[in-house]
Structures are given as C-alpha cells and as structure tokens.
C-alpha cells in the first residue's frame, strides 16, 4: 500500500496545474479533483483532495471566481472591473 | 451626503398608484446613499435604452468563502461611478425566516454602514439578500456579520442555503419538522455551502405538506414535502358545519378534487383515501373539518430547476415516505451517494435533474443504490421508470426461440 500524500503535496501539485494552464483552462473543484486522482493515484482519496482545495484558498494561493458556475483560479484583476 | 439628485421621469410613472414601489424606496436610500442616487440613474437609463447595464460574476468574494457573494459591476462607471461596484451579498435566513426585531435592526445598520442600504426581504434563494456594495467593503461587512452571529449563504456550484416554510412554528398542516431539517441540513453541509464543489448548484428545499409554500416541487434539486400515509381525518359534524353555512361541498370540494376519489351525498362526505394524491385541495376547503392523518412524514423528490441553461424540469418521486428521526442518516447517507455520482459524471452547470435526465432515471437509481419502485412517479398515475427486466429477458428468450 503506497504511502498517502500530504495536503500541502497536493495542493501544490494542484496550484502547478491551475498556473501552467491559466488563460487557458478554468478548473472546477470536480475537474481538480479528477486530475489529482489520476495523478496520485492510490496516494490520496477525496477527503485528502477537499482539505487540498480548502488549503489552497484559505492561503490565499487561490480564488473561487464564478463565470456562470464556480472556478478556482490564480488571483488576477478580473476583466469585469475594467 | 448624496449627489445631486437625478432626474427619473421614467422611474417616476412607477410611483403612481397607491401599491408599495421599489422607485420610492430607493429614492428614500438616495436621499443620504450616493449608490442609490446612482442605481437611480443607471436604471433610468436602462429604461430609456430598453437594456441592462450590469456585468455579472469574477472574483469577488470573502477569504476562505467561495459563495454568499455575488459580483456586479455597472457598465458605465464613469457615468455611474458610485455602482462601479454593486455586489449582492447573501445572508444565510434563519431557518423559517424568523429574526428579532433588534437583529434586523442591526443588519440594516450594518448594510447602511457598508452597502446601498437597499434589500431584498428575501431573494427567492430564502437568503436574506444584500444589494450593493464594494468589493473593498466585503471583508468589513463579513466580519461585523459574523461577530452578529449571522453568516453568508450560498451561491456559485455550491449548497445553497436550505430554505423551509415556517413549518410547525406556525402551521397545523406540517407533517414534519422543516425547520429542525434545515437547521440540520445548514450544519451539517457548512463546507459544501461555502465551497463550491459541483457541477453546478444543489438546492435543498422543505415544505411542511403538499400545499408546498417554499415551491419545492418547482425548484430545489432535492425537495423534501410533509404527507401522511393514513386516511384523512374528518369532522363529520363541522363537515354539516361547513354545508350550512353555505360550501357548496359537491361542486367546490368533491368536484375539484383531481383523484375523483371523494362523494358527498348531502349529509355525509366519503373519502376513499387509497386513490387520495394528497393534494390538499379538500382540506384547503374546509380546514375546521378535514386535516392531515396522523401518520405524518416526508417525500423526498429529486431533480427540479428553473429554466436557466435548459428548460424548467418538475421534481419526482425518489423516497415516496420517510420518517424523520434526528440524526437524519437515511437521508444524509441518500444525498452522499448522489452527490458522489452527480459529481463524478454530471457535465459543467448540468443541474441534477438534466443528469438524470441525459443518464436516465433507471441508470441513476442503479448508481445511487435505490431500488425502483412503483411509487417513484413524475406527476400522479405516471411513472416512467420502473422497467421490468425479467419481462425483457423471457421476451427475448421467446425471440429465440421463435
């Protein structure tokens, strides 16, 4: 049985996967969760992968934005302001 | 100090007439918050041109909370500048919409401290709804909230907040507990309420009866309505009541009711309570004389919405009774299973109605673990789920062979 990734591992591998798509891609917890799965494999459950998302919003890392439904996203000036 | 006052002559054909109007509220607003005199201005404006000037969604919101906040910015905020920003901001109502007046008076305090002072009592959420602010003035509105032992609710793909009818509080006809379910409900899925986890938004909405007050039936994703599994119980001699003093039971009682399922003879009203929908219309009628039975409980129907990507869907049948005990886990343990299922296929802002719609109720069921059962009907006398296997496998033993 392999050993269980970290929260911050996770959230980390998650934070890399929102950036290097940003602009192109608007993740959802669901679509985070998915791509974590498959990365981690055995290695984290979904417990583990909601305090991630938890972790990474409550440091600040993160945002929920909402373009019809929620998103996590990299804090950036948002076009509706302009 | 408000700027100078505009000039409205369109909004002011909507003060004529002795009905309440939102024009002479916010213009009451207008006369000491600079937001309202320029929400005044730009809806002016939005009559004239005969279009909105709002823009929708982004960032906003406050640390840790993906929901409870609504972004809105105006569209011209160089013409408007005082509703550049305009955020709703959802407070989660107590369950029943039941505060003290000293607590309303502290939260309109608080939103004339940091908003438009304008609200709605209540958005059609339940959510006691805020409207106007600036993103800057989130953090500082969120914060004398809480310390007011208030907190906001939902919005986004998240759980929005449970909303109930007043339920036992103040009805005869609750068949359960609403409000105690919602307090529940509300504690129990903090963290889905506050952080959008799925496809698209989850509602919870409890009625007390049949008659439906919060419109479950019509718009919650998971509606759950008080019913009885008993006969109706009857007053014969307030039934006599009702007659003499001029109901025309035949034609008003008997003659509406949509099971046909009851007779009036002139002295004596028969019920045949095993073809009774439970539609309340009879007891409705003639509340002094018929009532809910005594055995009382819920149905949990499933997969209602409003028209928003695809159109309007009516909730069905899914758990035709349940008792409910605290803790709730019959029911706690039904929601994981869907929202498990929901979330692992359900496509982006798919409610789950549209799921189960695209998948099938057969399918679902199979996925959420729940047998089908005679009783999980779309409207009365239909149900279009329950498919009977074995049939289609001797029919298709019988194609064999023939």
Same mark, same amino acid.
């Given at each position: ?29 669901? !679509? ?12 984290? !459950? ?37 | ?7 409205? /002559?369109? $909004?002011?054909?909507?003060?004529? %007439? ?24 730009? $809806? ?44 709703? @901001? ?5 369950? %029943? ?40 003035? #989130? ?53 889905? @309420? ?116 695809? %159109? ?5 049948? #899914?758990? /035709? ?12 343990? #039904? ?33 959420? %673990? ?33």
């Amino acid at each position: 049985m392999a050993e269980q990734a970290t929260i911050q591992e996770v959230s980390d591998a998650m934070y890399k996967m929102i950036k290097d798509s940003m602009g192109q891609k608007k993740w959802k917890a669901t !679509d985070l969760t998915k791509a974590v799965e498959q990365l981690f494999g055995e290695r984290c !459950d979904k417990a583990l992968i909601k305090s991630a998302i938890r972790d990474l919003i409550e440091s600040g890392k993160c945002v929920y934005t909402y373009f019809g439904g929620s998103f996590i996203e990299i804090p950036h000036k948002e076009g509706a302001e302009n | 100090m408000a700027d100078k006052k505009r000039s409205t /002559p369109k $909004l002011d054909e909507l003060e004529k %007439g002795e009905w309440p109007s939102f024009v002479k509220e916010i213009k009451i607003a207008a006369e000491k918050n600079p937001m309202a005199n320029d929400l005044l201005g730009q $809806l002016e404006r939005s009559y004239e041109e005969k279009i909105g000037h709002w823009k929708h969604g982004g960032i906003v919101g406050v640390l840790g909370y993906g929901g409870g906040v609504i972004g809105r910015y105006s569209d011209l905020p160089e013409e408007f500048p005082n509703v550049s920003h305009f955020h709703t @901001l959802r407070i989660n109502q107590p369950a %029943g919409w039941f505060y003290t007046s000293d607590a309303l008076r502290k939260l309109c305090d608080i939103w004339e401290k940091h908003g438009s002072g304008l609200t709605n009592m209540h958005g059609s959420t339940g959510d006691l709804v805020f409207l106007g602010t600036r993103t800057e003035e #989130l953090e500082p509105v969120f914060r004398e909230l809480t310390e007011l032992g208030f907190d906001l609710g939902g919005s986004g793909s998240d759980v929005r907040t449970p909303s109930c009818c007043c339920g036992m509080a103040r009805c005869e006809w609750a068949c359960y507990d609403t409000m105690a379910l919602t307090y529940f409900l509300t504690m129990h899925y903090q963290d889905e @309420l506050h952080r959008p986890a799925f496809p698209y938004k989850w509602k919870f909405k409890m009625s007390g009866c049949p008659n439906d007050c919060v419109a479950a039936v019509a718009r919650a994703d998971m509606s759950i309505i008080g019913t009885w599994r008993d006969d109706i119980q009857m007053n014969d001699s307030a039934v006599t009541e009702y007659a003499k003093s001029g109901t025309d039971i035949q034609k008003d009682v008997v003659g509406n009711c949509p099971a046909k399922c009851m007779e009036w003879d002139g002295k004596k009203l028969k019920i045949d309570n095993r073809a009774c929908v439970k539609c309340m219309h009879c007891i409705n009628a003639m509340p002094k004389a018929l009532a809910p039975g005594k055995d009382r409980g819920a149905c949990i129907l499933i997969g209602s919405k409003a028209p928003i990507v695809e %159109g309007a869907l009516l909730s069905s049948v #899914l758990i /035709p009774f349940i008792k409910f005990v605290p803790p709730y886990k019959e029911l706690t343990d #039904l929601v994981e299973k869907i929202h498990e299922v929901w979330s692992e296929n359900g496509k982006n802002r798919e409610r789950v109605g549209e799921f189960i719609q695209r998948v099938g109720m057969g399918n679902f069921l199979e996925a959420i %673990g729940v047998e089908p059962i005679p009783e999980m009907v779309a409207h009365p006398r239909e149900n279009p789920y329950v498919f009977y296997e074995e049939y289609f496998e001797e029919e298709s033993e019988d194609d064999k062979n023939a």
